[in-house]
């Protein structure tokens, strides 16, 4: 699938994408809160492209149209929580691009029939949180994990933006003994 926005191209990514999910995936700053270490090794891009996003349906590169290179990742997880995940290499930060990508993707969600979507973000990334306001997506809680594989205590904002009338997605606050309502 590919989806085309104003200025992007978002497609599945490809086995010669490897090289550019490297260079996203390995930098120490895009990857600061991101629920992974960096990546080292084009063998490690190749296992993760596999893993996370060769033939799953929400996994796509980011590209800007001039040149269709991968310059982001978005996604939706597979799983009951439909997660959205993105990242952006750092030279694209600021430019509205996770939000262009984000609207592009949800719309094909809620064509395809999911009833909500949420997103996480560490609240020491605030931006990230901007993006899924920008999005429509609600605030709904908060709750703190101890962060594998990172291993340490990391406060997330769980959003959810429902495409029909549905319950709030519960399961990170029963996942998690501390969790909470922040007066954001």
């Known amino acids: 699938m590919t989806i085309s926005t104003d200025r992007l191209i978002v497609r599945h990514f490809t086995d010669s994408d490897i090289p550019a999910l490297l260079d996203i995936l390995s930098d120490i700053e895009v990857n600061r809160f991101l629920p992974w270490f960096p990546l080292k090794s084009i063998d490690e891009a190749f296992s993760f492209y596999e893993k996370r996003y060769k033939g799953r349906r929400y996994g796509f590169a980011i590209c800007l149209k001039d040149n269709d290179h991968p310059i982001g990742y978005i996604s939706i997880d597979d799983g009951e929580a439909h997660d959205l995940g993105y990242g952006i290499k750092k030279e694209f930060w600021h430019k509205g691009i996770a939000a262009e990508a984000g609207r592009a993707v949800l719309e094909v969600a809620r064509d395809d029939g999911l009833p909500f979507v949420s997103a996480t973000h560490d609240i020491d990334n605030p931006r990230s949180g901007n993006v899924m306001k ?20 990391v406060t997330f904002r769980m959003y959810q933006i429902s495409f029909i009338p549905c319950d709030v997605y519960m399961g990170y606050w029963n996942a998690h003994p501390h969790h909470f309502i922040e007066n954001l």
């Open 134 to 153: 920008v999005l429509g997506m609600k605030y709904m809680y908060s709750y703190e994990e101890l962060w594998q594989p990172k291993g340490y205590d």
